[in-house]
């Protein structure tokens, strides 16, 4: 009984493929996010989406693009793998998207490029 | 033992000690904190939260305390055992923005 899953966990791929990441979460929640965390434990937040709609997109590159079929999934599709986007990437959901509101992670998809 | 976030991200503390782990935030306008544990190989794992009208709050063997004229948040943690190793954030949220910002985290690592 999974809150929120994420598949691949593990993922080792070419500089200049194109690879997605993809987030479910049975907690009935209503936004979903996507954080970055690099080599020294930083998290930084990339998107946030409500009940499908983008509300939150950082400075991320051109080649992420985040894509919700419905309030429970939240994918995460890059294109031309870089060295440097290698990371974890963690998917999580809260209730809304006030403050206050608990953010449940994901196990975490480790993405090495080569 | 104590840490201060960015200056000393390892926090080393004999087992059974009480741990101290400290954060400072960056946004005055910030209204809602909390404290996430990450063990390793996983995501991180809510452990409590302190509104700004607040400044402490109290769980089972962690206490959180709130200084805003600083902008200092803290996390105690009682009598430390193994299975609290892990890395530990702190992360702020203003309700204007929506979004959660995350500490740079400091490691605690336990000795017998």
């Known amino acids: 009984d999974t809150a929120v899953s994420q598949t691949p966990k593990y993922l080792v791929t070419q500089m200049g493929n194109d690879k997605s990441i993809k987030c479910e979460q049975n907690l009935g929640h209503d936004t979903m996010y996507w954080y970055k965390q690099d080599s020294k434990k930083f998290l930084k937040i990339m998107f946030s989406?409500?009940?499908?709609?983008?509300?939150i997109n950082e400075t991320v590159p051109n080649r992420f693009s985040p894509k919700s079929p419905d309030k429970a999934h939240l994918n995460l599709h890059i294109n031309s793998l870089e060295l440097g986007d290698s990371a974890v990437y963690f998917c999580?959901?809260?209730?809304?998207?006030?403050?206050?509101?608990?953010?449940?992670f994901g196990e975490g998809s480790w993405l090495t490029v080569v | 033992g104590e840490s201060v976030g960015l200056h000393l991200p390892t926090l080393s503390v004999q087992e059974g000690d009480n741990s101290i782990i400290n954060c400072a935030y960056s946004?005055?306008?910030?209204?809602?904190f909390i404290w996430y544990k990450q063990e390793s190989g996983k995501g991180p794992q809510f452990i409590i939260d302190i509104r700004s009208n607040m400044d402490k709050r109290q769980g089972q063997r962690v206490t959180v305390l709130l200084n805003k004229t600083v902008k200092h948040l803290s996390l105690q943690i009682a009598a430390t055992q193994p299975g609290d190793s892990a890395v530990y954030f702190c992360?702020?949220?203003?309700?204007?923005?929506?979004?959660?910002?995350f500490g740079s985290g400091t490691r605690l690592s336990i000795r017998p």
């Open positions: 992360a702020e949220e203003y309700s204007s923005a929506s979004k959660i910002i």
């Open positions: 989406y409500n009940n499908k709609e983008l509300i």
């Open positions: 999580a959901s809260s209730f809304h998207r006030v403050a206050g509101n608990t953010i449940y």
């Open positions: 946004n005055s306008a910030s209204d809602y």
